[in-house]
């Protein structure tokens, strides 16, 4: 698209117009003002300007003028308020986040047959920061490991624990419970085969057994 210049100002309209998780617009903590003047209003203040303009002053448009000062000093004055209430939520959130990643920040050891995720160098700041998933295939010591991938090929060189983390955080996940129940019907699949080759086994066994009798 060659005319994305064009564009530009509908976009900081769009970002400065979005409310944050805190419910208040760019827009507002910067001037006052929820949104700025859409087309209809523009035309609405157009026409007032101009019929503002052809009439002549009068003692109650002054008191209009001052009430519009006042207002216009109360919004200011809540505007600053809601800002400051903004920046508290803002810094207390980002204090709960940083207390939450306190306790993963060095991930925990790894064994022989874990999942992982391996960070990897970005070429790009859309691109994801982990790649994998990767099964350990080694424990060294020093907190390294060796890896290999989902087909089996081993990684080349070692990756500290720093640079991991695991693709299974948490016991009741969607991803493990799927890999639990999947490892259940293989090993109940391999019991019947069992079970079934048994009896075939005992059955063959039987008529070769009624065979000699006979």
């Known amino acids: 698209m060659d005319n994305w210049p064009n564009y530009l100002a509908y976009a900081v309209h769009m970002y400065n117009s979005t409310p944050s998780i805190f419910n208040t617009t760019p827009y507002y903590l910067a001037i006052g003002r929820t949104s700025v003047l859409n087309e209809f209003a523009k035309k609405m203040l157009e026409q007032y300007t101009t019929e503002t303009i052809q009439r002549p002053m009068r003692e109650e448009d002054g008191a209009d003028e001052h009430d519009a000062f006042t207002m216009r000093l109360y919004e200011l004055d809540m505007m600053k308020k809601d800002r400051d209430v903004h920046n508290d939520l803002k810094r207390r959130r980002r204090q709960i986040v940083n207390l939450l990643k306190k306790p993963f920040g060095i991930p925990a050891g790894y064994s022989k047959g874990d999942w992982v995720f391996k960070k990897k160098r970005k070429s790009k700041k859309t691109d994801p920061e982990y790649d994998g998933p990767y099964q350990i295939m080694k424990v060294i010591e020093k907190g390294a490991y060796q890896l290999r991938n989902i087909n089996g ?62």
């Open 153 to 214: 090929r081993i990684e080349k060189g070692t990756y500290n624990q720093d640079m991991l983390k695991p693709s299974f955080t948490y016991e009741d996940s969607p991803i493990h419970a799927a890999t639990l129940l999947k490892n259940g019907l293989r090993e109940a699949e391999r019991k019947l085969v069992n079970k079934m080759v048994d009896e075939i086994n005992n059955q063959t066994q039987g008529e070769k057994g009624d065979a000699v009798v006979s």
